[in-house]
């Protein structure tokens, strides 16, 4: 049971350049989540989305994009990494109506 | 000011001691509260839900106060697997809020 994985796990970049971010869960869930964190800020929600084709905004989209054409992949989008986009990446899934999120292993973005 | 606060520690304790964790959230419309556990470099794991009745998951404790917007998490009889970072989180309609966690390190 592969249950939700991210990939890549590590990524460095360099200014302007475009980066995507890999998310894919097997357990159907049809909310999934992508957070930031970073030192002293906990984790920050980007975006969320509640079924496929439907996203909403988080916390702090600015610099993402975000797309859900299948329930089980979620990927995140930096079209032009900048240097504050360095962080941990957490994607997270759950069932409609639950309340636990499960979390993938994140993925460390470093950007030049 | 961050709508969930906490106090990031490091509480270092030893084996067998009793510790609290305090967390206050901003947002009275705040419909759902738990705590979170992350070990070092790794992913955020559920621990407990919070509920206003105050809930036990053998040596865990977690309380909520909803007038005073205070949650509040007991560990008794630590253990050294318990080292790690705790994370406060309050959701409202799908907009889940985390602490920027408290650190735990339970010393032989």
């Known amino acids: 049971d592969a249950g939700i994985t991210q990939s890549p796990r590590y990524k460095i970049t360099e200014t302007g350049r475009q980066v995507t971010l890999m998310c894919h869960q097997t357990?159907?869930?049809?909310?999934m989540f992508w957070y930031r964190q970073d030192l002293g800020h906990g984790l920050r929600l980007i975006y969320y989305?509640?079924?496929?084709?439907?996203?909403d905004k988080g916390e702090v989209p600015d610099g993402y994009v975000v797309s859900r054409s299948k329930t089980e992949n979620f990927p995140l989008t930096l079209e032009s990494a900048t240097r504050s986009q360095t962080s941990v990446y957490f994607c997270?899934?759950?069932?409609?109506?639950?309340?636990?999120?499960?979390f993938g292993p994140g993925t460390r973005l470093l950007v030049l | 000011r961050k709508e969930v606060e906490q106090d990031p520690g490091p509480f270092n304790v030893p084996e067998g001691a009793t510790v609290a964790f305090n967390c206050t959230y901003s947002?009275?419309?705040?419909?759902?509260f738990f705590w979170y556990r992350q070990d070092c470099r790794k992913e955020p794991k559920l621990l407990m839900s919070?509920?206003?009745s105050g809930n036990e998951d053998g040596r865990f404790t977690a309380q909520l106060n909803r007038a005073s917007q205070y949650i509040s998490l007991l560990i008794r009889d630590s253990k050294l697997s318990d080292s790690a970072t705790y994370l406060c989180?309050?959701?409202?309609?799908?907009?889940?809020?985390f602490g920027a966690g408290t650190r735990l390190t339970v010393k032989p």
């Open positions: 947002n009275s419309a705040s419909q759902s």
């Open positions: 989180v309050v959701n409202n309609n799908n907009d889940m809020r």
């Open positions: 989305s509640a079924a496929a084709d439907i996203t």
């Open positions: 919070v509920y206003s």
């Open positions: 997270a899934s759950r069932y409609s109506g639950g309340e636990t999120q499960y």
């Open positions: 357990w159907s869930h049809s909310y």
